[in-house]
Each structure stands twice: as C-alpha cells, then as structure tokens.
C-alpha cells in the first residue's frame, strides 16, 4: 500500500493535483502477457509478495487468451501458462477476472459524475463521454495503484474545467454502419492534436457505435472524452471552439486509408467486445451457412454466456465460426497462431492490426467483411 500511495502522491504532483479523489471502480489493463511479458509478471509477483489486495471493485482488460478454449483456438501452450500465471496474480489480489474492455456491458456501468480509475482507452472514452463518468487515461500501474488506496489524484478529467470541448465537428454526412463511425473516429482522432471533440450533426447512434467511435479516436488520437450533440450527457463548448467539417469526401478517403484488399485469413469481430445485439447480427448473417474464412466475435465472458443461451454462439459455431471470450484480436498472439492479414469492422482494430501484419486490413461493416 506505501509503495502504491507513493506512485499517487508522486503522479498528484506532476500533474499539481490538489487532493485525491475516492474511486468507486477501478479496470487494470496490461493483462496480456503478449503486452506486458516477463517483467510485467514479475512486477505483479512482487506486489503479490508484498501483500497488495484490492479496496474497491477491480476489474481487468482482456487477457491473451479464452480462458476456457485456448487449446482448441490454438494458443500457443506456453504463452497459455505464463497467461495463466498472469491471471492467478490478479487474482491473489481479489481483482474479478471479467477480461473485458467494456465493462460497461456486464454491469459495471458508473453513473454520470462517478469517479473511476479506468485503463483501457476505449473504456475509458465511453465512460467519460457516453455515462459522464470521470476517469483519466490510467496507466496499468497506477490503476493497480488506485485499486489498492482505493483514491487517485485529482486532476484532468476528474475536474470540471477540463472536460470542455475545443473543437466543434460538425458532421455532414450520413452514417451508415458501425464501421463509419470508426472511419470518422479515426479521421477526427488524428486532426484533434490534443483537443477534445464535440460533435453536431449525427441524428442518431446507438451505443454500439458511440464505442466503436470512442475506441477508433482513442487509438488514432489519444482523445479520452467527446461530446455529442442530443446524445452525451455532458455538452460543454467553449466559445469560439475550433470547427471543422467531416463530410462525404473525409469519410470516403478516410476508408480508402484504413482499409485495403485481399483475401484474409480471419474476420475480428468485436473490438471494443461485441455487444450480444452485434453477436447477434453476426449469429443472424451466417445462421445456416459454411464460412470460408475463419471468423472470431470477441466479447466479454458474460455476453458470450448470454449467446449461448440465445442460441447466437451456437448458429455462429456450426457455420465454422467462434466466440471468443476474455481476448481480443489485438492483444493475443494472432502471429503466431498463423494468421497474417485480417478483415475488421472497427477503426481501432484496423490500426492495430496494420501496424501487426504491416499491411492494410479489409475494413468495412459484418454484411460486407463475412466471407461465406
Ligand atoms: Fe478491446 Fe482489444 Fe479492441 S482490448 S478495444 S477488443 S483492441
């Protein structure tokens, strides 16, 4: 606990927090052993040693593997036993193995002006934006460090002042399906430059996009909140805020950038994690047919229970295709189970597999990317 209160203290005062915060919820990213290797273990083993355990309820991001199929979707044995270590030290800690990045689907939804300490960026962008929670961008170790004081410093997104918006998107287009909402989240995330977003123009957008929006700005961008116009709880612009245009022809070109052709060898669905509606859209596109390409719907372990008992996962298994728990086609070892070029819906997805297989991926909606 000392060693913890001493990562806080020292980040309250790089960042001149004036106080702590109570935290009602804390979500610890780092748990793939393709992400944090060795050391990360061995860190996480010391602080077991020491008696670290958790105050608040602890969360984790998704791990490097389906806890329950690994064997049967190939996972390397080896990496499977330093993951399984992994886990064990979180959960000597009494960190609940959830292995998600939306959290927000399985129940641990924070009111508006709750405060968290959140780690996965996308989390951490649906959080701010979509519940008005108030979380910053924590980092694995300072998550671990909140977990356990059960506070974090107060500062950033955790005060008033700086959840405004400074750059006002105004949207000019329609958007069709989940994977234009990544586009513009890709395109906004990078022509942001550290300023945060409010949007007008998008008359409507389901939670399912606003994730697949928040993740895609996070990854391409760094931005942690964004408003949205009649949607967000929170609309807070500063006069004068910076505009810009998102139209037809930054949609169309930013599609054209992400995605590129080919035949993959496997369609990711679900990142951030399916919700059970898109495993259901997947569970309704290949009901009764046989898929040529290997296909994965990641998602929470409780949503896929919810699949399974809605018949989803089952429609999805006999036409060759897999739900698949507590990972995701980012942090497990894709490479080494073979796959080198892959076809997605998610902005967020699609710039981490690029940078993965150093080719572009095959971008576009379920309808589009399911190869039967
Ligand atoms: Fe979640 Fe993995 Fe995407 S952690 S946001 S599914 S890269």
Redesign the pocket.
Known sequence: MRQSMEILAALGKIYGAADMVPVTSVQVAGVSYKTIGDAGLEYLQDMVQKGAKVKVPTFL??AGMDREQWEALRVPPAFAKKQLEILDTFAEMGIGMTCT?TPYLVGIRPKQSEHIAWS?S?AISFANSVLGARTNREGGPSALAAAICGFTPNYGLHLDENRVANLLVKVETELKGTSDFGAMGAYIGEAAKGKTPAFVGVKAASEDRLKSLG?SMAAWGSVAIYNMQGITPEWNVVDGAEEITFGARELAETREKIGGDGKPDMVAI????ASLSEIEEVAVKVRGKKLATKLWV?TARKTKEAADKAGFTQAIEQAGGNVVADT?M??CPLEEMGIKHAACN?G??AK?LTNMFKRKVVYGDVGDIICE
């Open positions: 991001n998704p990045c996965e996308s993740a679900g990142c951030p994690h990641c995701c980012v942090v998610s967020k997805a981490y």
